[in-house]
């Protein structure tokens, strides 16, 4: 069964330092990859996503992620942090066949401290 | 374009009471998905539906709980005789075609926050 993997539950950053939150997945077939964040009060948006090609994949608001198929991980990164990215950031896995069934993980709470 | 819309943002209930949640989904959007986030777990899949038609339920308990998206109005979640177990955040999904990810998106709603007291 697919499954999703977020080791960290909550991050604390530095406005203007680096960020990487881990991403690792179980899954029988080609994934399709997504990271979704939630800010405060807000729905779950999309930032990226990753189906094929290139294995680093840009996405809004200056985040991007890398698939690396041999370590079945899709680390979600962004090279200086603002204190508007504090939000929950959800990984998730499904197929081609919709949205149906996606496979979430818990989830990693980002903290940016000035 | 206003967004996925659900509401209550926040609904209580006693124990064995009924529960209502609402999902209006994008403009032009027919395909609708909820799922449940359960305290400390990730979103869960529930049922995929379109207007008048319910798509796929395979992560629909198999009591208490149902799920309609009628050709007027919002789709709703209704969970029958409420249990502490049910308290969870349950968010909506929609997406202008039901097939394909590449190529489309589904978009969120902020979430209906149940408690069940």
């Known amino acids: 069964a697919q499954s999703v993997t977020q080791p960290d539950i909550h991050i604390t950053v530095s406005e203007g330092a680096s960020l990487e939150l881990r991403c690792n997945y179980s899954?029988?077939?080609?994934?399709?990859l997504f990271w979704y964040v939630q800010s405060p009060g807000q729905g779950l948006q999309l930032l990226l996503k990753?189906?094929?090609?290139?294995?680093l994949v840009q996405g809004i608001k200056g985040f991007e992620a890398e698939f690396k198929r041999s370590q079945s991980s899709f680390n979600l990164r962004k090279p200086s942090v603002h204190w508007s990215d504090a939000a929950e950031y959800f990984c998730?896995?499904?197929?081609?066949?919709?949205?149906?069934?996606?496979?979430f993980g818990t989830g990693t709470r980002l903290l940016v401290s000035p | 374009n206003a967004g996925v819309m659900q509401n209550p943002r926040h609904l209580v209930r006693r124990r064995g009471q009924e529960a209502r949640l609402r999902c209006s989904p994008m403009?032009?959007?027919?395909?609708v998905y909820w799922y449940r986030q359960l305290p400390e777990e990730g979103l869960k899949f529930m049922v995929y539906?379109?207007?008048?038609?319910?798509?796929?339920e395979s992560g629909m308990p198999k009591e208490r709980f149902s799920a309609e998206f009628p050709k007027e109005g919002p789709s709703i979640l209704r969970i029958q005789q409420v249990v502490r177990g049910d308290s969870a955040a349950y968010f909506c999904?929609?997406?202008?075609?039901?097939?394909?990810?590449?190529?489309?998106?589904?978009?969120f709603g902020q979430g209906t926050r149940l408690t069940v007291v």
């Open positions: 899954y029988g077939a080609t994934p399709y």
């Open positions: 539906l379109q207007k008048e038609n319910i798509i796929d």
């Open positions: 990753y189906f094929s090609g290139d294995t």
């Open positions: 999904a929609s997406s202008p075609r039901g097939r394909g990810v590449t190529d489309t998106e589904a978009f």
């Open positions: 403009k032009g959007h027919s395909h």
């Open positions: 998730a896995v499904g197929a081609n066949t919709g949205f149906q069934k996606l496979v």
